[in-house]
């Protein structure tokens, strides 16, 4: 056996894991992909955001803030064991509303959220409190207020996947890059992972590659259905502080930059198009004028990894018990989540009874029907 | 607005293009940052015509005034000042003057941008008053400024000595001069032949540098050179023999060679090809200039230095080549080799084998404490760091340090992030790619953006 | 460090600009990442350390002419010439955005 546990993929989601394995004291391998692939943990937004998130699935949002709840903890362990500092801020998070109609629905959207667990974090501020919030800043004409969530926060999502990345070496585990995984072999014990790198032996494989990771387990009757969708980015140059609050799609980095996202496209080629930037210019501008002055630096797309129903997948296959997988949009809110609960959960043997809402089962027909 | 061809630049490359296609007839647009037209050879030259610094600027830059003049009288549709920010397929350009954005279609596109100095960093780059002698030349032709005080030259090629020779003529006086070149190689030697041919160019090369060790001190086999000051430069250091080296300097001014401008083609996901000689990437290009991507044509340094008359006729080349593809010109064969364009063309690079391998670029180790990334200030230790912890891939380690990721955009910092994945990797230089250049291809505000909402033709 | 070889006693300079509110002479056909290098002082500071920088390559390609012209901050210096009484101001760590 060549570790205790095989991650395929290096991104967020499968470092975050690895991570987890490693500081259970496992000796892991992450096998990453080429450097041209598909890589969303990249293309991030850079959210620890809360509010709004599954909205229709109380699960995923319980997890969801567990997540952020836990992230000061995770951070403070995994800057402990590297040399790279991840900017985090919590803040509270915003959601600009721009007429009175998405004032109310998002009003009613909190309202509904709040009847399903009792949060008191969530509530709506209007224009006059917006501007006491953010003096800085004059807002333009159609900013009616926003809804804000003092759990949302933001982080620096490069810095976090350079230092999971870093803290699986430091835990004595292993990650090999340009290792793209072509196929899984279950064995009589555990498992057979062919990667351009050559084949590895371990008892358990988790299959965290994204968008590709339906490839590895569809062969091995492992169904986990994702569907991308690609969302476009801005950054802008840096400028001096004067956003003090993360907002849904508008966001001022600890390095001063101003980022502006993210479109929802079904275009599956990576490009970006300036009809998008456009779109995404013209609703920052609408929120501060001010920032039509700002240059833009940078314009990037990345692609989203889907489930059907919105919610994170964390399963683990019936037919060959130890292979797991685990596929997500939001994998830097997740992060701690998936360091701290989902992967003990795995290696205990308990996802089915902790995380049971997150099974592939949820999509099967048959057993719905 | 639709044209058949817009062409990006209005040096040699672009102004002989929009000449020849003009000639055949085509809708022709000339998009260039420059307020007048020339490029970074002719630069001014139209103003300069009447200017004290007109004659010392040599016999090469007075070429430029006929085809300056032709450029002017061929009807081509000239946009000065302006920025070409966006490219999509199509081709849609996006463009950008005086702070207002618009839109234009053309047919086919002709990159005629040019070369750039190959950066080079070394302790003290970023310190003021060091810059690059192509800058220094620049500020010759625009303004006529003269550097003051002492004036250290530092680096190799043609340039240095050319601009030497310029500032002598203009009663400018040089402090010394920091001679990089390694001796020439029997492989330069053995190119001579076919130099010979030019051989007036080899000879002004020569009194060039006959006119610099005569002006001041001309210092060979050296290392180590370091720009120190507070707040600008104040002295320079180096190693030789044995020994360290101290001068009080106002200006030092830096050059190895010139690379071609790559953020275009690489945006637009052309093949390129790497030139272990000379250490740069170039487009990948047919015969005709035209890029792995059809109806997208290069010309001049852009797609490999060869200097001006190089250019100029590598731009009449492109021109019949997208003549002929867009039904324009029945016969660009022909016309072609009845203007004489490929016998022109090999004379013009009759010198450019020697030279390449005379002026290698230069490959010393970078010290971990010395700056690679400008906007950023991103120093080498700090990538190579990144570079262990990571595949031998650019985009890794721009993710890991933000190198690349200021104004730039990587023109800056480009080369030496390759060079120390390489070193870090043991792998040959060309065989790590170069960053993968995001838009927009120049920095332009978010309100320019927003107001192409109602642009006619930005859906 | 630089001065300009039009620069002669008795004739006037083509025009004056104001560099950080100082009248500055000028000449046609220089840009203002020139004027930059006349004045002391005028240079940028960085965003990142806020160590002093000048321009460096003149020719668009890095970034170290940037510069509040007009009232427009980070403009590339190197590519706007000089217009009489334009209004150069130095750019001095990360940029402000008025309000």
Redesign the interface.
């Known amino acids: 056996m060549n570790a205790d546990i095989i991650v395929v993929g290096g991104g967020v989601v499968g470092t975050a894991l690895a991570y987890g394995f490693a500081r259970q004291g496992l000796s892991v391998l992450v096998l990453?992909g080429e450097?041209g692939d598909m890589r969303a943990a990249?293309a991030n937004f850079g959210l620890v955001w809360v509010q709004g998130k599954g909205a229709k699935a109380p699960a995923y949002h319980d997890l969801t803030r567990q997540s952020a709840n836990l992230w000061p903890t995770f951070l403070q362990e995994l800057e402990g064991c590297v040399e790279?500092r991840i900017d985090y801020a919590r803040p509270g998070g915003l959601f600009y509303c721009l007429s009175d109609h998405e004032y109310e629905a998002r009003d009613a959207l909190n309202k509904r959220m709040h009847n399903q667990a009792e949060y008191a974090d969530t509530r709506m501020v209007d224009r006059r409190e917006l501007e006491r919030m953010m003096p800085?800043?004059?807002f333009g004409s159609e900013v009616v207020g926003a809804s804000y969530c003092l759990a949302d926060g933001h982080a620096n999502p490069?810095?976090l996947?350079?230092a999971l990345?870093?803290a699986i070496?430091a835990l004595g585990s292993k990650l090999l890059?340009?290792s793209t995984v072509g196929s899984i072999r279950p064995e009589k014990t555990g498992f057979t992972v062919h990667a351009t790198s050559g084949s590895f032996r371990a008892p358990k494989v988790v299959v965290a590659a994204g968008l590709a990771t339906p490839l590895l387990t569809e062969p091995l009757g492992f169904t986990i259905p994702l569907r991308s969708e690609r969302g476009q980015l801005?950054v802008?140059?840096?400028?001096?502080p004067?956003l003090p609050y993360p907002a849904s799609g508008l966001r001022q980095t600890a390095?001063?930059t101003v980022m502006?996202g993210a479109t929802k496209e079904e275009a599956t080629d990576r490009g970006?198009?300036?009809?998008s930037?456009?779109?995404l210019?013209?609703r920052?501008?609408r929120i501060i004028p001010?920032?039509?002055?700002?240059?833009?630096?940078?314009?990037?797309s990345g692609f989203r990894v889907m489930p059907p129903d919105g919610s994170p997948i964390y399963a683990q296959s019936e037919r060959y018990p130890g292979l797991f997988a685990a596929a997500c949009h939001s994998g830097v809110t997740l992060a701690a989540a998936h360091a701290a609960i989902v992967a003990p959960a795995m290696i205990a043997g308990r996802l089915s009874r902790d995380l049971a809402a997150f099974s592939n089962g949820r999509f099967d027909v048959q057993k719905c029907a | 607005m639709s044209y058949d061809v817009a062409i990006i630049g209005a040096g040699p490359a672009g102004m002989s293009a929009a000449v020849r296609l003009r000639a055949l007839g085509a809708a022709v647009i000339v998009i260039d940052e420059q307020p007048a037209p020339g490029g970074q050879i002719f630069r001014g030259i139209e103003r300069n015509a009447a200017s004290p610094v007109f004659p010392a600027l040599g016999e090469d830059y007075a070429k430029g005034c006929a085809l300056v003049a032709a450029f002017r009288a061929s009807g081509a549709e000239y946009l000065p000042s302006t920025q070409v920010w966006q490219i999509e397929d199509g081709w849609n350009l996006f463009l950008t003057t005086e702070r207002k954005a618009r839109h234009i279609t053309a047919r086919a596109v002709l990159l005629a941008n040019g070369a750039q100095e190959r950066p080079v960093p070394f302790p003290g780059w970023t310190l003021p008053n060091v810059m690059t002698v192509g800058a220094a030349q620049i500020l010759l032709k625009s303004g006529g400024m003269l550097p003051e005080g002492r004036i250290w030259i530092a680096g190799a090629g043609p340039l240095p000595l050319l601009y030497a020779t310029q500032l002598l003529n203009l009663g400018g006086r040089i402090a010394g001069y920091l001679d990089t070149a390694t001796t020439p190689k029997l492989s330069a030697l053995a190119r001579l032949p076919g130099a010979w041919r030019e051989f007036g160019n080899l000879a002004k090369g020569l009194r060039w540098l006959r006119d610099v060790r005569r002006s001041g001190m001309m210092i060979k086999g050296f290392s180590d050179l370091r720009a120190e000051g507070e707040e600008r430069l104040e002295h320079l250091t180096w190693e030789a023999a044995g020994k360290r080296h101290r001068v009080e300097a106002d200006v030092l001014l830096v050059h190895e060679g010139v690379v071609p401008r790559i953020h275009e083609t690489l945006a637009l996901r052309c093949e390129h090809i790497w030139n272990e000689e000379q250490g740069y990437l170039a487009p990948k290009l047919d015969r005709w200039g035209q890029t792995s991507r059809k109806d997208l044509f290069v010309a001049g340094d852009a797609g490999g230095i060869g200097g001006w008359m190089a250019a100029t006729v590598s731009g009449e080349i492109a021109a019949l080549g997208i003549a002929g593809q867009l039904g324009i010109a029945a016969n660009p064969d022909d016309l072609r080799q009845a203007a004489h364009l490929d016998q022109r063309r090999a004379r013009a690079l009759a010198l450019r084998p020697f030279l390449d391998a005379l002026y290698p670029p230069p490959r010393t180790r970078l010290a971990d404490d010395v700056i690679a990334c400008r906007c950023e200030e991103v120093t080498a230790g700090a990538i190579r760091s990144a570079a262990r912890n990571s595949p031998a891939d650019p985009s890794a380690v721009k993710a890991a340090t933000r190198c690349g990721m200021g104004p730039c955009q990587g023109r800056q910092c480009g080369y030496t992030v390759q060079a120390l994945l390489a070193e870090v990797h043991g792998l040959p230089i060309g065989d790590v790619s170069f960053f993968h250049i995001r838009p927009p291809l120049k920095p332009i505000t978010l309100g320019e953006i927003a107001s192409l909402e109602h642009a006619e033709g930005a859906a | 460090m630089f001065k300009s070889v039009l620069e002669r006693p008795g004739v006037p300079p083509d025009m004056m600009v104001l560099v950080n509110g100082v009248e500055t002479p000028a000449w046609d056909g220089e840009t203002v990442a020139s004027v930059l290098l006349r004045v002391p002082d005028a240079g940028r500071r960085s965003p990142i350390s806020g160590t002093l920088r000048l321009p460096y390559c003149q020719m668009g390609v890095c970034f170290e002419c940037l510069a509040i012209v007009d009232g427009i901050a980070s403009t590339q210096g190197c590519l706007v010439p000089v217009q009489p009484g334009m209004r150069i101001e130095s750019q001095r760590g990360p940029r402000e955005i008025s309000r």
């Open positions: 990453d450097d990249r790279t800085a800043v004059t490069l810095q996947l350079a990345q870093q070496t890059f340009r801005l802008t140059e840096r400028l001096a004067i390095d001063g502006i970006v198009t300036v009809a930037a456009t779109k210019a013209l920052a501008t001010a920032l039509s002055a700002a240059r833009l630096v940078r314009q990037w």
